[in-house]
Nanobody, 115 residues
Framework: QGQLVESGGGLVQPGGSLRLSCTDS????????MAWYRQAPGKQRDLVAK???????EYADHVEGRFTISRDGAKNTAFLQIDNLQPEDTGVYYC?????????WGQGTQVTVSS
């Protein structure tokens, strides 16, 4: 069974950028897709972006072009570039991927946008 591990979160000022990473070095097959979700304080976990093994991308409407998802499919590694960060981007960002035994989640990485 695999394990998704996120990294790259932190405290950043409004207008700054972050690059989140998610990797699974144990799973031997290529995930059909990898996705990033965000859970803001006191709110549900919502999809931010998704990328298939063929590189097709999908973004939530509120992303507004500031988020870019990419992937190294051969390594089951996904990235989320976030530019012009705003306070409303604050939350825990989780990586997700489908497996034959059910959806797999990482432990999350905290992103805090504050001056």
């Amino acid at each position: 069974q695999g394990q998704l591990v996120e990294s790259g979160g932190g405290l950043v000022q409004p207008g700054g950028s972050l690059r989140l990473s998610c990797t699974d070095s144990r799973t031997r097959f290529v995930f059909d897709y990898m996705a990033w979700y965000r859970q803001a304080p006191g709110k549900q976990r919502d999809l931010v972006a998704k990328i298939t093994s063929h590189g097709r991308t999908e973004y939530a409407d509120h992303v507004e072009g500031r988020f870019t998802i990419s992937r190294d499919g051969a390594k089951n590694t996904a990235f989320l570039q976030i530019d012009n960060l705003q306070p409303e981007d604050t939350g825990v960002y989780y990586c997700n991927a489908p497996t034959p035994w059910g959806p797999q989640w990482g432990q999350g990485t905290q992103v805090t946008v504050s001056s």
